[in-house]
């Protein structure tokens, strides 16, 4: 089964706090691991992605944290802000083949000002 | 460059009936992929098309159907609509059938049966 389970379902955190989404996927064969923000009436964005091959990428104020052998990784946004409310997917994909991205369940953040 | 388009923005239906939704991918990008999204859920991959050829398809039933133009544009066809079938349906594109993971989201179609 090629799923990916998120957690938390909803989030609130204080304005300049640290926001943490965690996944776990449980197919092996995954090799393509992004994150997507998406505001209410639009579209999924690609926010960020990692390889397994790295255990971190960082841009700006998000950092993706990547554990191969736990099958896991965590989205983390440093000095969130208000306008970083939205929900947010982790997803999975493998490299070869069609380009099936597998999502998680969102999560819905809340940065309170 | 333009980005991923897709029209209506809103549609209702009457269970049992037809829709067509349709998507133009963004400039340059062969590639066009359909998801479904229900209410509080993440996207779940319909089928995707690549240079006018199914490839490669998701857990949805045959009445779920697709097409690509040659202009990479490309429709999906829902057929028999049943009310589980009230979701955002979004589309999105990429470069090419090799670039996992790059692709470009529309807005969607917020499709509505009753």
Same mark, same amino acid.
């Given at each position: 089964q090629q799923q990916v389970k998120q957690s938390p379902q909803s989030l609130i955190v204080q304005k300049g706090g640290i926001s943490i989404i965690n996944c776990a996927y449980e197919n092996? #064969?995954?090799?393509y691991f992004p994150w997507y923000q998406q505001f209410p009436g639009k579209g999924p964005a690609l926010l960020i992605a990692i390889r397994p091959d790295v255990s971190e990428k960082k841009e700006g104020r998000f950092t993706i944290s990547f554990n191969k052998s736990a099958k896991q990784f965590s989205l983390h946004i440093m000095d969130?802000?208000? %306008?970083?409310?939205a929900t947010y997917f982790c997803a999975a994909s493998k490299t070869? %083949? #069609?380009?099936k991205l597998v999502f998680g369940q969102g999560t819905r953040l809340t940065i309170n000002p | 460059e333009t980005g991923v388009t897709q029209s209506p923005t809103h549609l209702i239906k009457t269970r049992g009936q037809q829709v067509t939704l349709r998507c133009s991918s963004q400039s340059g990008h062969n590639t066009v992929s359909w998801y479904q999204q229900a209410l509080g859920q993440g996207p779940q991959f319909i089928f995707q098309y690549y240079r006018e050829e199914e490839n490669g398809r998701g857990n949805f039933p045959p009445r779920f159907s697709g097409l690509q133009f040659p202009n990479y544009s490309s429709e999906l066809n829902v057929n028999a609509l049943e009310l589980d079938d009230s979701a955002l349906y979004l589309c999105a594109s990429s470069l090419n059938a090799g670039l996992a993971g790059l692709q470009y989201f529309g807005p969607g179609t917020r499709l509505t049966v009753t």
């Open positions: 092996t #064969a995954f090799d969130s802000q208000p %306008g970083d409310s070869q %083949g #069609a380009q | -």
